[in-house]
């Protein structure tokens, strides 16, 4: 077993570092998880489980990074205040470290209003960025909420997300910063289809040195279609696809749009590389895990660096 995260150490390095998502399936059949672990394993340096996202029931997160763990790959738990109150969220960050989980992506999650619990009582008794302060105190001082030593503190390298894109524009950075002030270590964003906004983000990013105290994964996903675009732009929240991109994937015969949107993928990552303070990006392909090789063969991403742990 790795002593540390695979993604700790590429980013410890100075590589740019390349993470994608893994959505659970609505069963518990684990050779889904696997299929989708040996698609993305050797392309990418770690996997996110997303934890019922959109609010709908699916294999819990912990299960699914233990099976990829055990496959080889280095899996990203993440986990949202949405279902579980302090005392839950601490003995599952407890339990992912018990089982060699190395990394961790702290969320409030989708309201279950989006999902297939409408009824479901939401808990939020901690928002996300509480959540982060409480696994940096446990992990660096040994101690839960309240104060109790822990027996044995979790080893785990942190994450949390944010969104350039959502309103108001000021306030994102803000935010950011006090993710990074409650101890977040990584942070991965929304997926960028506006690299000017984003651009802009990155620059009072800059201004305020977060990009030297926490390291920045920008999110990519491929479209597979105008549909998809448009449905984007129009009925996701805190999202922004530009008019430029929808008209590029509208002016492309219907059987080539896929092509298309994996090669604006391809060239948002190629800016992302460039961009100054941005340390990596993290793949979004929903549901769509087996583009991702593609994905980072096309943008000179392959071979992945290896560790000394591996």
């Not at 899996?75 to 109150?85: A, G």
């Not at 008794?125 to 001082?141: C, H, T």
């Amino acid at each position: 077993m790795k002593a540390d995260s695979n993604l700790k150490s590429i980013l410890a390095n100075n590589n740019f570092a390349v993470t994608a998502e893994c959505g659970p399936p609505k069963g518990a059949d684990p050779g889904v998880i696997r299929k989708k672990g040996a698609v993305l394993k050797d392309h990418v340096d770690s996997v996110n489980v997303t934890d019922n996202q959109t609010g709908a029931v699916r294999l819990s997160s912990m299960a699914a990074c233990a099976i990829l763990k055990q496959e080889g790959l280095d899996p990203v738990l993440q986990m949202v205040t949405r279902d579980r109150n302090r005392i839950a969220l601490q003995s599952d960050v407890l339990g992912a470290s018990s089982l060699g989980i190395r990394n961790i992506l702290c969320l409030s999650g989708d309201h279950q209003s989006f999902g297939n619990q409408k009824e479901a009582k939401g808990v939020f008794d901690l928002d996300s960025i509480q959540f982060v302060q409480a696994v940096r105190r446990m992990r660096d001082e040994g101690r839960i909420i309240g104060g109790e030593q822990l027996s044995d503190p979790p080893r785990l390298f942190i994450g949390a997300v944010a969104n350039p894109f959502a309103d108001p524009f000021d306030y994102r950075v803000v935010r950011l910063a006090k993710k990074v002030a409650a101890g977040a270590e990584f942070i991965q964003t929304q997926c960028i289809y506006n690299l000017k906004r984003f651009a802009e983000w990155m620059r009072q990013v800059r201004e305020r040195g977060l990009d030297k105290k926490v390291f920045i994964l920008g999110g990519v996903t491929p479209l597979k279609s105008v549909r998809m675009a448009e449905y984007m732009s129009r009925q996701v929240a805190g999202m922004d696809v530009p008019d430029g991109i929808i008209n590029r994937m509208r002016g492309v015969d219907p059987k080539d749009q896929r092509r298309e949107g994996i090669r604006i993928a391809v060239e948002t990552v190629g800016a992302l590389k460039e961009m100054e303070g941005v340390h990596g990006v993290h793949i979004m392909a929903i549901e769509w895990e087996d583009v991702v090789p593609q994905i980072v063969e096309e943008a000179g991403l392959y071979p992945r660096p290896r560790t000394s742990e591996e």
